[in-house]
């Protein structure tokens, strides 16, 4: 399919700009037990709400060109990754250049990249979409990669944070929930996120509800980098199934546990960033999909 400039532009920027509010969205929401928000700047020192709107516009650009890879891509999808890979090193080049080398968005940079790649894709096809199509896309764009990664990490000298806990816990981190389609988003994020929003909720109450839902059962590998896996099931899962027994949002009581949490987990060192990843990208595959929808 060829396209001049314009005509890309015209099927591309709505997925873009699905991309970008989401990854605002979720800097905005508020509150967020332990994260950076409009209140406070949770269980961080090194950054605030003005450094991740610094960073969001640093990385940006490159959800466009994620999405534009993603477009242009012929044959396997699993060669897709290897053509987007130098896109998400220089979106995280450049993060790290507007932080001065605090870690805002790494997560974010992977998960989104995955995410306006294979939707991308999918408008190339010429096809209405919806949620389920883009959570499989990601997981068949990258699950052989990852599988190969995981296999030669004990080979590696210079370890991320997640790769050790891999060795040390088997625990898949932001890598697994990719591979395996984003399983916390289909069942806890989008759900919460739809239910909000269809009960009443506003845009940030029903973020609010989504991220606590993601939390319930996500395998959070920045709460386990801090503490251990102990404090993630023992601590953040069960406080954030507490607040949704008592209503969450909807409820008083469900906002009182909300807040609540916020301050404990400022005051044990819990920040759940692979919560706040999942729910930038809720977002955006919410409003993609309410763009492209069947």
Do not use: W
Request: overall charge neutral; hydrophobic content about 40%.
């Amino acid at each position: 399919m060829f396209l001049n400039n314009r005509d890309l532009n015209s099927l591309l920027l709505p997925l873009y700009e699905a991309a970008v509010s989401g990854m605002l969205l979720e800097v905005s929401t508020t509150p967020k037990p332990g994260l950076v928000d409009r209140n406070n700047s949770g269980a961080h020192r090194d950054m605030d709400f003005n450094l991740f709107m610094r960073s969001t516009a640093s990385i940006s650009f490159y959800m466009y060109e994620f999405a534009k890879a993603g477009f242009n891509h012929d044959g396997d999808l699993k060669e897709l990754i290897y053509k987007i890979k130098p896109i998400g090193i220089k979106a995280e080049e450049n993060m790290f250049k507007e932080t001065h080398g605090v870690n805002t968005q790494k997560g974010i940079i992977y998960l989104m990249g995955l995410v306006c790649s294979a939707s991308g894709f999918l408008i190339k096809q010429g096809n209405p979409f919806n949620s389920e199509d883009i959570c499989s896309t990601v997981s068949n764009i990258c699950k052989d990669q990852v599988e190969d990664e995981l296999k030669s990490i004990s080979k590696k000298e210079n370890l991320s944070s997640g790769e050790r806990i891999y060795l040390k816990c088997g625990i898949r981190g932001v890598r697994g929930e990719a591979s395996k389609g984003l399983p916390c988003v289909a069942l806890k994020g989008l759900p919460f996120l739809k239910g909000g929003l269809l009960r009443g909720l506003s845009l940030n109450d029903s973020m609010v509800q989504s991220l606590i839902g993601i939390m319930s059962l996500v395998e959070d590998t920045t709460v386990i980098s801090r503490h251990n896996t102990d404090v993630l099931y023992n601590f953040v899962h069960i406080k954030a199934k507490e607040a949704l027994d008592l209503g969450g949002m909807f409820t008083k009581e469900g906002k009182e546990a909300i807040t609540g949490m916020d301050k404990l987990f400022i005051e044990k060192n819990v920040s759940p960033g692979g919560a706040a990843d999942l729910l930038a990208v809720t977002y955006a595959i919410y409003d993609i999909e309410n763009k492209y929808k069947k």
